[in-house]
């Protein structure tokens, strides 16, 4: 039994680190494997031009793909437990939507004759975003402290997402059509854009967001057998709750303002890594998880470069792609559906 | 019996229900209950009486309307968990874990965050593992097992959380015959040999009777008559509450109607003439010892049981009870 995890760990790593290798690997530019090695080992390149793209370009990539890979599949199996739903993942809580909102404020205000922002600024979209997640954050939270059942918040963070999509369609509705395509190209989501000081953001916020999450494993494992017996063993369902919303919220939140709202790698995952680490145990299943989405992340951004290596398809297009069939999976083998 | 016993639970006044906009839907109110060491409280009266809502009150997991839900000894750390433990009747059947980790749930009141097991814990664990007998299962997936097995994983986790209180809600609901007794003697073991005290609400009569060292029983008031088994029995208190409908608690017999009008004389002693008894009773007949018209006495050799039957002048024989009523 034991061995048997330690085994599957093992390929799951060894999964991951080779994903990684690949992913460095590919690109516009053909370098040789042997060249990034060196190059992230000594520093040194037959051409200064590939160190450039191997550390500013495809590391960053690469990394971003982990953090966020491993922050949404965190917050998506925080989710799955909280709720007992399956079919839960980040987006639940209407955090994606409410940086969608107000994403979708910045980039087509002017049509509303608000000349908000001639030309918004990148990282004015990411605080935007932000803003958007916090104040669907903040709603959650005082929802979550009126609300005794975990039904009535899922369904409240579902009505929340729909009424701010409502909004995001009349905006759509009034702008032109250049300004609808910038934002529906962020929609899009996208991997690549991050600098290395915004690396350093997204990457305390995983750390924080995961570190909160492995703080609850003994809450998130005892509320496998549901409330009462929960309250029982001497967990503070409702403090809990609120670290838990709080862990899933700054995962998620991070990731929606620096890459876009990345659809279904949450909901998927920890379905995908039960697959290959068949328990529900927290204390295991949480690191699982945050390897499991670093590994599909990066796969999925591979998948998005192979096509022709100048053109590289959108990331959103493809974890929906290889999201879906999952979700269609999950629901055709109901009958051994477990969360 | 006027030895005093240890006690680990009072309530004083309490009132027992919910509040549902504004309205209050009381289910208990006054209750002075308490629950010594030692000793197994079986919890019984009709459904909708308030059974689980009490035991959940009592538990600290539902807030009571007013009085005082008092715990000797007062908890020092780590809260009510480490002083009462529950088996409740939610379904955990689909859970991905082994029994081995639930059982390991049960330690939880005294664990970290990262839940790091001490040798004093997996101590704890193994002993609640071997007090229900449940090694050959251990690495087996809660949703391998049968509805008994799950019962005894939950009893087990509770045995590991290592209280002084023990309350359960039906545990032997759904089960059979073998596995409802199995799960009352290792109750009513460990409430003897552990001191425990331990109360679970219950709809086995036959069971809770032979095995209770005291019942609770859900009045007409709102309120809550206690005593030992039998005294309940004899006082009326069960017929009262249950309003039995063609059972006689007192013989613990499914009363009978005697529609033939025949009186049979049946003699004879032992199990044999018990179940005969049953059957002819069943059917109809009414049972007497004196001298009737037709009577049957109970023949036993060393190898088989017979049955004489004297009707007027005639006599037959019977080899089985199906015969004794055929030629009846």
Known sequence: ?339 | MTEKRNVYLTTTNLQIGYVHRKTENRLFEGLNLSLPAGQLICFMGPNGAGKSSLLRTLAGLQAPLSGKIEIFPPAESGGQARQISVVLTDRINTLNLTVEEVVTFGRYPYLGWNIRLTAADKKIVKAAVEQVRLEPLLQKKLYELSDGQLQMVMIARALAQDTPLILLDEPTAHLDLNNRLEIMNLLRNLSRHTEKAILLATHELDLALQTADLIWLTGKNRDILTGFPEDLVLNGSFDEIFAFKGFDLRTGKVRHDAFRGITVQLLGEGAAYLWTKNALERTGFSISAGHQEISVSLVEDRTRLRWIIKKHTRVEEADSIENLLKSL
């Open chain 1, 1 to 339: 039994m034991q061995r048997k995890i330690t085994i599957r760990w093992t390929l799951l790593l060894l999964a991951l680190i080779l994903l990684f290798a690949l992913n460095l690997s590919l690109g516009s530019v053909s370098i040789p494997l042997p060249e990034i090695f060196k190059i992230i080992f000594d520093g040194k390149a037959t051409h200064s031009v590939w160190t450039d793209i191997v550390w500013d370009f495809r590391m960053t990539k690469a990394l971003t793909c982990v953090l966020a890979g491993a922050a949404l599949a965190a917050a998506g199996l925080q989710m799955q437990t909280l709720f007992r739903n399956a079919l839960a993942g980040p987006d639940v809580l209407g955090l994606s939507a409410g940086a969608s909102l107000a994403v979708a404020l910045i980039f087509m205000a002017p049509s509303g004759s608000i000349a908000l922002f001639a030309h918004p600024h990148p990282l004015l979209v990411s605080l935007a975003a932000s803003a958007g997640c916090i104040f669907v954050l903040i709603i959650m939270l005082w929802v979550a402290r009126k609300l005794q059942d975990h039904v009535s918040l899922l369904i409240v963070g579902l009505m929340v997402g729909a009424t701010t999509a409502s909004i995001v369609s009349v905006l759509q509705y009034l702008s032109k059509a250049e300004e609808m395509r910038v934002y529906i190209l962020w929609t899009f989501g996208s991997l690549g854009g991050l600098n290395w000081n915004e690396i350093r953001i997204l990457s305390i916020a995983t750390f924080i967001g995961a570190g909160l999450a492995f703080s609850q494993i003994k809450t998130l494992n005892a509320w496998l057998l549901g409330d009462q017996y929960a309250t029982s063993l001497g967990i503070k369902v409702g403090k809990s709750r609120v670290m838990i919303i709080l862990s899933a919220s700054i995962l998620t939140g991070a990731v929606t303002a620096f890459c876009g709202p990345i659809a279904f790698v949450g909901l998927a995952v920890p379905h995908l890594t039960r697959l290959v680490i068949n328990t529900h145990n927290h204390k295991i299943l949480i690191p699982a998880v945050l390897a499991g989405g670093a590994a599909l992340l990066l796969f999925c951004d591979i998948v998005a470069q192979l096509p022709g290596s100048t053109y590289v398809l959108p990331i959103n297009a493809l974890t929906a792609l290889i999201g879906a069939p999952v979700v269609i999976w999950i629901i055709v083998r109901n009958k051994k559906l477990r969360v």
